[in-house]
């Protein structure tokens, strides 16, 4: 009974490795074209840095991150890590661990195995164009508020597109 017992958990802990070995992160490029400095800020991994015009900040999401977010922050002033932002402020914090204040631009996303899904929403308000896109799917572009490749209201529900698992992401500021 007990060898019967150590196989299966054997099997299990097989089953497991193979899922885990599978299951890797995606990699998001968050660009700013502006003319002036933007603040991009990502949760639930990521963070925020600064970025001036031109630059470009890297940020590997693991697979099964759910309900992630990008956004640009804007007209902001950091001593060290805190300070404030004019638009998409997350409570005063250069690395944010919540969302940010509206209005502001958003690419969503939920990174699963096999397919991932991908958005841009403005329900929250607009602050910067935006482009978004998965290195298997279509490109979203947003250039207003009122943009037709965004969410517009909650009860939206048409703009949420999929793409192969483990693919690579661009989000670019002002496009």
């Known amino acids: 009974m007990a060898s019967r017992s150590a196989a299966s958990s054997v099997l299990s802990l ?4 193979a899922f885990v070995a599978s299951a890797r992160a995606a990699t998001f490029t968050i660009t700013n074209n502006c003319g002036s400095t933007v603040w991009p800020a990502a949760t639930p991994v990521g963070g925020g840095t600064q970025l001036d015009p031109g630059q470009s900040w890297t940020v590997n999401v693991p697979a ?3 309900s992630g977010r990008v956004w640009g922050r804007t ?3 950091f001593n060290g890590g805190s300070g404030s932002c004019q638009t998409g402020d997350c409570g005063g914090a250069l690395s944010c661990t919540l969302s940010g204040q509206p209005p502001m631009t958003l690419a969503e996303f939920t990174i699963g195995g096999s397919q991932d899904f991908y958005d841009i929403s403005v329900i929250d308000g607009y602050n910067l164009p935006m482009l978004f896109s998965c290195s298997t ?3 979203l572009n947003c250039g207003g508020s009122s943009c037709p490749d965004a ?3 909650p009860a939206d529900n048409t703009k949420t597109h999929a793409c192969s698992g483990n693919s690579n992401y661009q989000v670019t500021f002002c496009p």
């Open 75 to 77: 007209g902001c002033s």
């Open 151 to 153: 969410y517009l209201f």
């Open 137 to 139: 799917g279509v490109t």
């Open 14 to 17: 097989l089953l497991l490795a």
């Open 64 to 66: 099964g991150t759910q």
